[in-house]
């Protein structure tokens, strides 16, 4: 009973609320629930989150996006991302915003442990794994960052067109990306992350072949190779 007791209050410490829990505070206005939201106490903040969705509207999802920023516990954060994949397309362009800018779990040079499942990885900024929710919705609305170089949000946007196109099947132009790399040539992160976005595209076989002659990073190598068989296996099937 005394570990239960404890698990339950760790899990609290982190913003964790029970479904059906927030009923208590369901008869909350708006204002109420902003107010809420900026409460002391971390479960305070993620009934919050998880009540305003109610009201679907474009100051809902701001005030959802600037506590996103400032949340620190992990299921008010989990919370409020929900909250923002539920009030729909009106929350891409703000998310957007936040790309790279939340957090410091963003990878900030290439991995030297290679992936080596044939899925394709979580984006690890928290922005992008919200933003993959809206599937091929999302796609024009980081495309900016593609076209236009952003040295913030543009290898998080990378992340989403890459996962987003292998799970949906986009027509997504993917000479964006090897621009990308053609301009960069001197960027092993942006590099490895475009070669990895590569792998979703079956037409970027001929590029990522000619790559294997021209990079030297080994772990960009490694990258590479396992994009051409990524989508190898896939046009064979």
């Not at 957007?96 to 963003?106: A, M, R, V, Y």
């Not at 970027?204 to 989508?231: A, D, T, V």
């Amino acid at each position: 009973m005394n570990k239960l007791l404890s698990s339950n209050k760790q899990l609290q410490s982190r913003g964790f609320v029970e479904y059906g829990k927030e009923v208590i505070y369901k008869d909350l206005n708006k204002h109420k629930l902003i107010q809420l939201l900026s409460s002391n106490i971390s479960t305070d903040r993620t009934t919050a989150a998880r009540l305003i969705k109610g009201y679907i509207d474009n100051e809902t999802v701001l005030v959802l996006c600037s506590a996103l920023q400032k949340e620190t516990k992990l299921y008010t954060k989990i919370e409020i991302c929900n909250s923002l994949t539920h009030l729909g397309l009106i929350s891409i362009a703000p998310l957007t915003q936040l790309l790279g800018k939340i957090g410091d779990n963003q990878h900030k040079k290439v991995d030297l442990k290679p992936f080596k499942k044939n899925s394709y990885p979580l984006p690890r900024d928290i922005a992008a794994r919200t933003i993959i929710r809206f599937k091929s919705e999302a796609i024009p609305f980081v495309d900016k960052y593609i076209a236009d170089y952003n040295s913030i949000a543009t290898p998080e946007a990378i992340d989403v067109i890459g996962y987003v196109c292998f799970y949906n099947n986009n027509s997504y132009n993917h000479t964006k990306l090897i621009n990308i790399i053609n301009s960069n040539k001197d960027n092993d992160l942006i590099v490895w992350k475009t070669i990895r976005a590569l792998s979703s595209f079956n037409d970027s076989l001929p590029f990522l072949k000619q790559q294997l002659h021209c990079i030297k990073n080994r772990y960009i190598i490694e990258e590479i190779k396992r994009s051409i068989r990524l989508i190898t296996n896939r046009v064979v099937k």
